[in-house]
C-alpha cells in the first residue's frame, strides 16, 4: 500500500481525469476494422463480423499475410475492440497512470521532492505527447503506441534494476520481455537494443549471459514484425514498392531516414550530447 498519500491522490485524479476522456471517445477508422474478420489487406463493411476467439485468431493470421507484422499489438487491439468497451476504459486510463509512474522512477529516483517531480511528469505528458487524442485515447492508437511504450519503459527499468542479478529467472525473464517488447511495431526493437548498448557503454558494463540472450530475442522480435508477409503487400500498395527487393528496400529506408533525421535533428543531437556527458561523468567516477 502507498504511504505517500500526496502520491496516490495524483494517480486517482490522473486515473479519473483519463477515464473520462477515453469514455468519451467513440471508436474512430481503423477501430471498425477490428470488428470484422479480417481476409485481406483490410476488412470491408459487409465482411463477416468478429464472434469469437476463433475468429480474432484467424484474423490475425490474414493480418500477418496480408497486411503488417504488428500481432502482439493489434491482437490486444481486437479482444478490446469487441468486448465491452469500459473494459478498455478503465484499463487503458491504469496503463497511462503507470507510463507516468516509470518514467518517473527512471528519470527521478528519489524520494525527496518526489511528488512534484510526479505532478511535472504528469502535465507534461498532457501537454507534450503528440496527438494525445491517437496515441492515448483511441483504442487502436492507444494499443499500438501508449501501451506498447509501457512496456518498453517496463523492459529498459527491470533490465537496469536486475542487470547484475544472478539469479536464474532473470535469464529467462530478460529475454522474454525484451523479445515481447520488440515485437510489438518496427521501431521499438531497435529502441531496445540502442538502449542497452549505451547504457552498457556508459555504465561500462561487461556483457553477460543474459544480455547476449536478450539482444537475440529482440533481434528475433523485429525480425517477426519487419519480415511478415503483410508488410510486402502493404509496401506494393501504399509504397508501391518492393520490401524484398534491395534497391527498392534502401531507396524506402533512404526516404525514412531523411524524414527521422530532418524531423528530429535537435533531439538527436541532444541525445548523442548526453551519452557522451554519461559516458565521461562515469569515468570520472570509475577513476
Same mark, same amino acid.
Not at 39 to 46: A, G, M, S, T, V
Not at 72 to 77: D, E, G, Y
Given at each position: 500500500?502507498?504511504?505517500?498519500?500526496?502520491?496516490?491522490f495524483?494517480?486517482v485524479?490522473?486515473?479519473?481525469? %483519463?477515464?473520462?476522456l477515453t469514455?468519451?471517445?467513440g471508436?474512430? @477508422?481503423? =477501430?471498425?476494422h477490428f470488428?470484422f474478420v479480417w481476409?485481406?489487406?483490410?476488412?470491408?463493411?459487409?465482411d463477416?463480423?468478429?464472434?469469437?476467439?476463433s475468429?480474432?485468431?484467424?484474423?490475425?493470421?490474414n493480418?500477418?499475410?496480408?497486411?503488417?507484422?504488428?500481432i502482439?499489438?493489434?491482437?490486444?487491439?481486437f479482444?478490446?475492440?469487441?468486448i465491452?468497451?469500459?473494459?478498455?476504459?478503465?484499463?487503458?486510463s491504469?496503463?497511462?497512470?503507470?507510463?507516468?509512474i516509470?518514467i518517473r522512477?527512471?528519470?527521478?529516483?528519489?524520494? #525527496?521532492?518526489? @511528488?512534484?517531480?510526479?505532478?511535472?511528469?504528469?502535465?507534461?505528458?498532457?501537454?507534450?505527447?503528440?496527438?494525445?487524442?491517437?496515441t492515448?485515447?483511441?483504442?487502436?492508437?492507444?494499443v499500438?503506441?501508449?501501451?506498447?511504450?509501457?512496456?518498453?519503459l517496463?523492459?529498459?527499468?527491470?533490465? #537496469?534494476?536486475?542487470?547484475?542479478?544472478?539469479n536464474?529467472?532473470?535469464?529467462?525473464?530478460?529475454?522474454?520481455?525484451f523479445?515481447?517488447?520488440?515485437?510489438?511495431?518496427?521501431? @521499438?526493437?531497435?529502441?531496445?537494443?540502442?538502449?542497452?548498448s549505451?547504457?552498457?557503454?556508459t555504465?561500462?558494463? #561487461?556483457?553477460d549471459?543474459?544480455?547476449?540472450?536478450?539482444c537475440?530475442?529482440s533481434?528475433?522480435?523485429?525480425?517477426?514484425v519487419?519480415?511478415?508477409p503483410?508488410?510486402?503487400?502493404?509496401a506494393?500498395?501504399?509504397?508501391?514498392? =518492393?520490401v524484398?527487393?534491395?534497391?527498392?528496400f534502401? @531507396?524506402?529506408?533512404k526516404?525514412?531516414?531523411?524524414w527521422?533525421?530532418?524531423?528530429?535533428? %535537435?533531439?538527436?543531437?541532444?541525445?548523442?550530447i548526453?551519452?557522451? %556527458?554519461?559516458?565521461?561523468?562515469? #569515468?570520472?567516477?570509475?577513476?
Open positions: 500500500m502507498l504511504k505517500n498519500k500526496k502520491l496516490l495524483i494517480y485524479c490522473v486515473f479519473a481525469y %483519463i477515464l473520462f469514455a468519451n471517445c471508436f474512430i @477508422t481503423d =477501430d471498425y470488428l481476409k485481406d489487406f483490410e476488412p470491408q463493411i459487409n463477416k463480423p468478429i464472434n469469437g476467439l475468429d480474432i485468431l484467424l484474423s490475425m493470421k493480418y500477418y499475410n496480408y497486411s503488417g507484422g504488428r502482439i499489438a493489434h491482437f490486444v487491439a479482444v478490446f475492440i469487441n465491452n468497451k469500459w473494459f478498455f476504459n478503465i484499463i487503458n491504469i496503463v497511462f497512470v503507470c507510463l507516468g516509470l522512477k527512471l528519470v527521478y529516483d528519489h524520494q #525527496k521532492g518526489i @511528488t512534484l517531480a510526479q505532478v511535472i511528469i504528469y502535465f507534461s505528458m498532457l501537454l507534450f505527447l503528440p496527438s494525445f487524442g491517437d492515448v485515447l483511441w483504442i487502436s492508437g492507444s499500438n503506441y501508449l501501451w506498447t511504450s509501457v512496456l518498453l517496463y523492459t529498459v527499468y527491470f533490465c #537496469k534494476k536486475h542487470l547484475d542479478d544472478s536464474r529467472i532473470y535469464y529467462i525473464a530478460m529475454p522474454i520481455l523479445f515481447i517488447s520488440s515485437a510489438t511495431n518496427e521501431t @521499438t526493437g531497435g529502441i531496445l537494443l540502442v538502449w542497452l549505451i547504457h552498457l557503454i555504465i561500462r558494463h #561487461k556483457p549471459l543474459k544480455i547476449v540472450l536478450s537475440i530475442t533481434v528475433l522480435g523485429i525480425m517477426l519487419i519480415l511478415a503483410g508488410n510486402h503487400n502493404r506494393a500498395l501504399v509504397e508501391q514498392a =518492393d524484398y527487393n534491395i534497391k527498392s534502401l @531507396t524506402l529506408l526516404n525514412y531516414l531523411g527521422f533525421l530532418n524531423d528530429y535533428k %535537435i533531439i538527436i543531437v541532444a541525445f548523442m548526453s551519452v557522451i %556527458i554519461l559516458y565521461t561523468c562515469n #569515468k570520472k567516477i570509475l577513476l
